[in-house]
Nanobody, 121 residues
Framework: QVQLVESGGGLVRPGGSLRLSCAASGRFFTISDMNWYRQAPGKERELVATITRNRSTNYADSVKGRFTISRDNAENTAYLQMNGLKPGDTAVYYC???????????????WGQGTQVTVSS
C-alpha cells in the first residue's frame, strides 16, 4: 500500500526556517508531480509549491523567494525548505503526489497526513 509521510513541522519564531520532508513508501512504479499544500484554521487548503519529476517548479505568490521545493527521485522524497517564515505561514502542511502503481496504470493522487507548522514569537 502506498503511503506518504510528512515530517519536519514544528514551532518556529518569525524569520526562522523549517525543512519539511515527504517520503513515499510501498510498491509503485513511478511518482510524477509532487506538491505541498497548506491549510490554515478556517481557510481552504491552498497549493504552496509543485515539482515535476524532471524538477520543474512552481510556487504560490505568497511564498516565492522564501520557500524552495526539491525532490530526490532515488529516495522517493520531496522537500520544502521554508525560510523567512511569517505568522501567516502557520498551517497544517500536506504533501500529495501523483503515483502510478504500474507502467500502464492510471496515476492516482495520494495525500500525507499533514504536519503542523506554527510561526509565533
Amino acid at each position: 500500500q502506498v503511503q506518504l509521510v510528512e515530517s519536519g513541522g514544528g514551532l518556529v519564531r518569525p524569520g526562522g526556517s523549517l525543512r519539511l520532508s515527504c517520503a513515499a513508501s510501498g510498491r509503485f512504479f513511478t511518482i510524477s508531480d509532487m506538491n505541498w499544500y497548506r491549510q490554515a484554521p478556517g481557510k481552504e487548503r491552498e497549493l504552496v509549491a509543485t515539482i515535476t519529476r524532471n524538477r520543474s517548479t512552481n510556487y504560490a505568490d505568497s511564498v516565492k523567494g522564501r520557500f524552495t521545493i526539491s525532490r530526490d527521485n532515488a529516495e522517493n522524497t520531496a522537500y520544502l525548505q521554508m525560510n523567512g517564515l511569517k505568522p501567516g505561514d502557520t498551517a497544517v502542511y500536506y504533501c500529495n503526489a501523483e503515483i502510478r502503481s504500474g507502467a500502464f496504470s492510471l496515476p492516482k493522487i495520494y495525500w500525507g497526513q499533514g504536519t503542523q507548522v506554527t510561526v509565533s514569537s
